[in-house]
């Protein structure tokens, strides 16, 4: 039996990259997609390197046309299309609701919610006639969790959670099984990233918070690497009949119970704390402080 194609967006690196690489020397037929010829020719030399084989196609999943084409193409390669996609490429943007403009919450949304709903449009037909695929979508905690300074980075998972579930119930008679991922923080290129996309600084409302950008790059360097993201997916696409949704890591866990249980005065005042839009009373200051080792 032939292996199973499996298109992985956005596999130039972090979780896109963990999941081609731990899919292909799983054993399967993996085709990811970049941005560009340059992240092509990267992507294969890094993927060559590991021993395995992973075929590329260029996508900017932004973009309908590039969409279009790459899975034309995508069509051609896997006789009529892919038995499963990862719906993984995305970016946070950050800023406060206040200092997020139109075409910045645009971008975010096109690229984490609208891209994937419109991937699922062109795989699904395929899927449907041989009554056998699976979409799985990489999400986040933040699709159940909104927080502050990443209010339009929430608002684009917590809408591609809603259409995921919805995509789920229907498409379930056509044999097609659709899945949510919902990692916790990874050390990835997202952050470093992000803090690029701050809104600027200086004439900022909330600058004394864009301010801290610096370290949460830098404690984002301690966070675990993208490989259990990269099982929770494995799994969905090995599992007979997989979760609608895995929840990866402890702290993602512990984040999503903690935000159903406590009242939302309690979750707004933590989290005000975690983001400096609230002083920390000196006693949890110097509990963080010992923390951070200071
Ligand atoms: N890291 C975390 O803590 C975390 C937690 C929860 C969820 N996630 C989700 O995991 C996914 C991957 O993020 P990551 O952490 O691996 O970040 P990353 O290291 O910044 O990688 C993002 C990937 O998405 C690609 N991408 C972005 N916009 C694209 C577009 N318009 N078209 C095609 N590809 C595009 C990037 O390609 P280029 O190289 O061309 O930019 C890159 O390959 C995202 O959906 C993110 O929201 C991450």
Same mark, same amino acid.
């Given at each position: %039996?032939?292996?199973?194609?499996?298109?992985?967006?956005?596999?130039?690196?972090?979780?896109? @990259?963990?999941?081609?690489?731990?899919?292909?020397?799983? +054993?399967? #037929? *993996?085709? &990811?997609?970049? /941005?560009?010829?340059?992240?092509?020719?990267?992507? /294969?030399?890094?993927?060559?390197?590991? +021993?395995?084989?992973?075929?590329?196609? !260029? @996508?900017?999943?932004? #973009?309908?046309?590039?969409?279009?084409? =790459?899975?034309?193409?995508?069509?051609?390669?896997? #006789?009529?299309?892919?038995?499963?996609?990862?719906?993984?490429?995305?970016?946070?943007?950050? &800023?406060?609701?206040?200092?997020? #403009?139109?075409?910045?919450?645009?971008?975010?949304?096109?690229?984490?919610?609208?891209?994937?709903? /419109?991937?699922?449009?062109? $795989?699904?037909?395929?899927?449907?006639?041989?009554?056998?695929?699976?979409?799985?979508?990489?999400?986040?905690?933040?699709?159940? $969790?909104?927080?502050? %300074?990443?209010?339009?980075?929430?608002?684009?998972?917590?809408?591609?959670?809603?259409?995921?579930?919805?995509?789920?119930?229907?498409?379930?008679?056509? &044999? $097609?099984? *659709?899945?949510?991922?919902?990692?916790?923080?990874?050390?990835?290129?997202?952050?470093?990233? &992000?803090?690029?996309? @701050?809104?600027?600084?200086?004439?900022?409302?909330?600058?004394?918070?864009?301010?801290?950008?610096?370290?949460? $790059?830098?404690?984002?360097?301690?966070?675990? +690497?993208?490989?259990? *993201?990269?099982?929770?997916? !494995?799994?969905? !696409?090995? =599992?007979? /009949?997989? !979760?609608?949704?895995?929840?990866?890591?402890?702290?993602?866990?512990?984040?999503?119970?903690?935000? *159903?249980?406590?009242?939302?005065?309690?979750?707004?005042?933590?989290?005000?704390?975690?983001? +400096?839009?609230?002083?920390?009373?000196?006693?949890?200051?110097?509990?963080?402080?010992?923390?951070?080792?200071?």
């Amino acid at each position: %039996m032939s292996p199973k194609s499996v298109v992985v967006t956005g596999a130039g690196r972090g979780i896109g @990259l963990a999941v081609t690489l731990e899919l292909a020397h799983a +054993g399967f #037929d *993996v085709i &990811g997609t970049v /941005r560009t010829p340059e992240k092509d020719e990267a992507l /294969r030399a890094v993927v060559e390197r590991t +021993g395995a084989a992973v075929r590329t196609v !260029l @996508l900017d999943v932004a #973009d309908a046309t590039s969409c279009v084409q =790459a899975f034309t193409e995508i069509a051609m390669m896997t #006789d009529g299309g892919p038995w499963a996609v990862v719906n993984n490429a995305g970016f946070a943007q950050p &800023g406060a609701v206040e200092d997020v #403009d139109d075409e910045q919450a645009r971008r975010q949304l096109e690229t984490n919610l609208i891209a994937p709903a /419109r991937i699922a449009r062109l $795989v699904l037909p395929a899927m449907r006639e041989r009554r056998d695929g699976r979409i799985v979508n990489i999400s986040s905690v933040a699709g159940r $969790v909104s927080l502050p %300074m990443l209010g339009w980075y929430c608002a684009s998972k917590q809408g591609l959670e809603s259409v995921t579930d919805a995509l789920r119930m229907e498409t379930e008679s056509f &044999g $097609v099984k *659709v899945v949510l991922i919902e990692p916790g923080s990874h050390r990835t290129g997202i952050w470093e990233q &992000g803090a690029e996309l @701050l809104p600027a600084e200086r004439t900022s409302a909330y600058r004394d918070q864009y301010a801290a950008a610096d370290q949460v $790059v830098r404690d984002a360097r301690t966070l675990p +690497g993208p490989r259990p *993201v990269a099982l929770a997916v !494995l799994k969905a !696409l090995n =599992a007979r /009949r997989p !979760l609608p949704r895995y929840l990866v890591g402890g702290g993602a866990r512990s984040a999503a119970a903690l935000d *159903v249980l406590a009242p939302t005065a309690a979750t707004d005042w933590a989290k005000q704390l975690a983001t +400096g839009l609230r002083a920390a009373p000196p006693r949890v200051a110097r509990a963080v402080d010992r923390l951070r080792g200071k």
